[in-house]
């Protein structure tokens, strides 16, 4: 991989960073294609002089998706959305960078998608990432596709924002309380993804399910925040019907199809290849989150460890 050009869409997002740092260390070349550069330029940083260029792209625009990729060896397609025009992005987007991968003939596409895609998934994002993940393949049949859970770090979405609401809360209201997920530590997918872009000729054709190596509930999920941080919260299940009511309101804690995606647990499936297929092993989520939890405790970095 050193000194190869890999054109990286998202690569300024949470996810996108980790995985420049990744490919750096590999002494790939990385090129940013992102709507906003102005969130880009932190991976500047991560590597050496030389090692970064940026150029604006938006995946539903085929013309700038073609300019973007122009000269690279290996594209990596990370653009995904929680709300908003799914099919725009997750599909047509996606059909555009691999139609534009094929055209310029890369050595390797890895697309990442979403455990959930389902062509009957009940909620558009699950239908839309499957329809993407069948576009890509059929534009560039030796594409890899990887597929995370819930992916956990330091600027995550989603440990950060339950944190932030059980250190608040007085009681800490749980929507799709038994829903499972096994969360996968940013790090680990963002090595997976280097490595499978790395050897196309090994993990070219092939779907990857990365996940961590615990599945937790929604609740337990919260119930572990809460203790990490040291608040001993009472945790209230909150019934479906009250979850659809909130999912109506404008601005509300979930969307309608959020609330349907949590209708279905979001965990790799039975023999399927994962994280240690692609040379990873997968991290607790205890082993590392503390590092970042910390600034949720009272005194912060003074406080008393929570005790196992």
Request: proline share 5%; charged share 20%; hydrophobic share 50%.
């Amino acid at each position: 991989m050193k000194d190869s050009l890999v054109t990286i869409f998202g690569g300024g997002g949470f996810l996108g960073r980790q995985v420049a740092q990744a490919l750096m260390a590999r002494g790939a070349r990385v090129r940013i294609a992102q709507r906003d550069l102005a969130t880009a330029f932190k991976v500047k940083s991560l590597g050496n002089l030389g090692q970064t260029q940026f150029v604006a792209a938006d995946i539903r625009k085929p013309e700038t998706v073609a300019r973007a990729i122009t000269g690279s060896d290996i594209v990596i397609n990370l653009v995904g959305i929680l709300s908003g025009d799914f099919e725009a992005f997750h599909h047509q987007g996606a059909a555009n960078v691999a139609k534009a991968a094929a055209a310029a003939g890369v050595q390797a596409l890895v697309h990442v998608s979403a455990i959930g895609a389902d062509a009957a998934s009940p909620s558009a994002y699950g239908r839309s990432k499957a329809a993407g993940e069948e576009a890509v393949k059929a534009a560039f049949p030796a594409a890899t596709i990887i597929r995370p859970s819930i992916i956990f770090g330091p600027e995550d979405q989603f440990l950060n924002r339950f944190a932030d609401i059980v250190r608040v809360a007085p009681v800490v209201p749980v929507i799709g309380a038994a829903t499972k997920f096994q969360p996968v530590y940013v790090a680990d997918v963002a090595q997976a993804i280097a490595h499978a872009a790395e050897q196309p000729g090994v993990h070219g054709g092939k779907t990857f399910e990365v996940a961590g190596p615990q599945v937790m509930s929604m609740k337990e999920i919260n119930a572990w925040i809460a203790k990490a941080i040291g608040c001993d919260k009472t945790l209230v299940e909150v019934p479906g019907g009250i979850a659809a009511l909130l999912a109506l309101l404008p601005g509300g804690p979930i969307t309608r199809d959020q609330l349907a995606m949590l209708g279905r647990d979001n965990v790799a499936a039975p023999g399927t290849e994962g994280l240690e297929a692609l040379g990873v092993a997968p991290t607790p989520l205890g082993a590392v989150a503390d590092k970042w939890m910390v600034r949720y405790r009272r005194h912060g970095r003074f406080a008393g460890r929570a005790k196992a």
